[in-house]
């Protein structure tokens, strides 16, 4: 086709990256699912977390030290064809492939939902309609304007969790929206203890843990279209960890400490819970709109990365040709 190109233009800066490596670990489970999690583990919810996050950084640094040695599109798929075979690229192509398309569906439902909480009226579909055309359309346009929407989608995560601990620490030490009474840290074990339902809680809840952080691993996409892939890939890489200590372990630590564990998940989401003893009322419709641009960026990450295993994929000869093929403004318009 005229005009077209064979390779990826590098649009993604590095701080679309940084915002990308918080983002992707941060979804809709750590505002919704949490309480089931603690339901299983207690308090020591926090430690499953923290060992979670260990992996992850484990996993995490051996995939940014291959991204950085050869910084392609396929990522991990093509990393399993060069060093362990043509099948093993191939298996690990298709089936990550899959994974995103279960996902996105799941989420672009998950959008309809959302949205039918304030406009009951409106049929869920159209509202799934709308945002798959909508991240489709970001994804067709250029790779510059996916990195942005992420940017923008995990930032507002990041500033809601923020206050959210900001909020919660002013309650534990000051007693801010308790009357004054500080709540303490002590109901962190004094409901049947910092693990109450013994190690093997904490192991039934890593398999919620573990998938809470789907996503993580599509830092090794963006290599193949980062401007400086070295710099900002070994930045976010090495920060990971740390972030995931503050930002999943740190509203943890507070929510754990306001509320008794064993009382989560009763009285709806943790999150709204700490924002209304903060006296915000419209707590609920914050959050509401937070796990909806979460859902969102979750669609437009899959959309981005389906795309990207298409292309690794043709190139690799695992897939038909045409999915190889770039536009002039090299986006996978034929793939999305």
Avoid at 67 to 87: E, M, T
Wanted: proline letters at 4%; charged letters at 10%; a positive charge.
């Amino acid at each position: 086709m005229p005009g077209e190109q064979q390779t990826l233009h590098r649009g993604l800066e590095e701080r679309h990256i940084n915002l990308m490596a918080l983002g992707a670990t941060i979804g809709v489970g750590l505002f919704l699912g949490s309480a089931t999690a603690i339901k299983m583990a207690g308090p020591a919810i926090m430690l499953a977390y923290g060992l979670g996050g260990l992996a992850i950084f484990m996993i995490m640094r051996a995939l940014g030290e291959m991204a950085i040695h050869n910084p392609v599109a396929g990522s991990f798929s093509r990393y399993a064809q060069d060093y362990l075979g043509p099948l093993a690229g191939y298996l690990t192509g298709w089936n990550y492939w899959f994974l995103w398309l279960v996902t996105c569906m799941a989420e672009i439902t998950a959008v309809g939902v959302y949205m039918g909480i304030w406009f009951p009226d409106v049929p869920s579909w159209y509202w799934a309609l709308a945002a798959m055309l909508a991240m489709g359309g970001v994804n067709f346009i250029a790779v510059k304007a996916y990195g942005e929407f992420e940017f923008w989608f995990a930032l507002i995560k990041i500033v809601t969790i923020v206050l959210m601990i900001i909020g919660g620490f002013a309650m534990i030490v000051f007693g801010f929206g308790n009357h004054g009474v500080a709540t303490g840290i002590s109901n962190l074990w004094a409901h049947g203890g910092f693990m109450p339902n013994g190690f093997s809680g904490v192991l039934m809840s890593l398999q919620m843990v573990m998938f809470a952080y789907l996503g993580v691993e599509m830092l090794g996409l963006t290599a193949g279209e980062a401007k400086n892939p070295k710099k900002a890939l070994a930045r976010a890489v090495d920060s990971v960890f740390w972030r995931i200590l503050i930002f999943y372990v740190g509203a943890l630590f507070v929510i754990l400490s306001i509320y008794p564990w064993n009382e989560l998940g009763t009285r709806g989401s943790p999150f709204v819970l700490t924002f209304e003893s903060m006296g915000i009322p419209a707590a609920a419709g914050i959050i509401n709109f937070v796990v909806l641009t979460a859902a969102l960026s979750s669609c437009n990450s899959g959309i981005f990365s389906t795309g990207r295993m298409l292309f690794n994929l043709a190139e690799q000869k695992q897939a038909l040709p045409i999915f190889a093929h770039v536009s002039k403004r090299a986006c996978r318009c034929r793939r999305c």
